[in-house]
């Protein structure tokens, strides 16, 4: 394992390493300076990506209600997630992606703003939802997702990110809330 990573204590140590055993990291891209973490190794091997879902779906068996992936690859995490649980998924996309009605919460980028999107109607109110996404960075994706998750009725009861960058601060944006950093760096 890299020396910089860190192990969450609000996950089981065995998902730490086996998303660390199955993750590549390219320097340099996608941009001179950027260490890539690829995720894509995890995905592939069918045994491994079972052992994650399954290990995901004990640590929040009787918590939660349903699973909202952020677009795009917490769909990905998200929808076997659910199914292994027998909840549903809601899907928080990127602005313009959903047909109406829908419910929208914008923030800040660096050099501008972007925009998350939900159907209200594909959330039950009193709902307990765990949020679920690749990847916290700044943490506008999850902050503006979680907006809108509770302004549809529901509670985000947790959320949980595969690898956090700490360095970029994204819990800032999430204050009072309890993160399941898989791998934090």
Same mark, same amino acid.
């Given at each position: 394992m890299t020396s910089s990573v860190v192990h969450s204590e609000t996950v089981p140590e065995s998902l730490t390493r086996l998303v660390m055993n199955h993750l590549r990291e390219i320097p340099d891209f996608p941009e001179p300076g950027v260490l890539f973490r690829d995720i894509t190794p995890l995905l592939a091997d069918g045994q491994a990506f079972t052992e994650l879902v399954e290990g995901l779906a004990d640590h929040y068996r009787g918590r939660i209600d349903a699973v909202a992936g952020l677009e795009s690859r917490g769909f990905i995490l998200a929808a076997p997630?659910?199914? %292994?649980?027998? @909840?549903?998924? @809601? =899907?928080?996309? /990127?602005?313009? /992606?959903? *047909?109406? *009605?829908?419910?929208?919460?914008?923030? %800040?980028?660096?050099?501008? =703003?972007?925009r998350m999107e939900l159907r209200p109607e594909t959330v039950t109110p009193g709902l307990r939802v765990l949020v679920i996404d690749d990847v916290l960075a700044t943490g506008g994706t999850a902050a503006a997702s979680i907006s809108l998750i509770e302004q549809a009725g529901a509670s985000v009861e947790a959320i949980c990110m595969l690898l956090e960058l700490a360095d970029l601060g994204g819990r800032r944006q999430l204050p009072g809330r309890e993160i399941d950093s898989i791998v934090i760096f």
């Open positions: 997630l659910a199914v %292994s649980l027998g @909840i549903g998924m @809601i =899907t928080v996309r /990127k602005g313009g /992606k959903l *047909p109406g *009605p829908v419910i929208g919460v914008d923030y %800040s980028l660096e050099y501008g =703003t972007a």
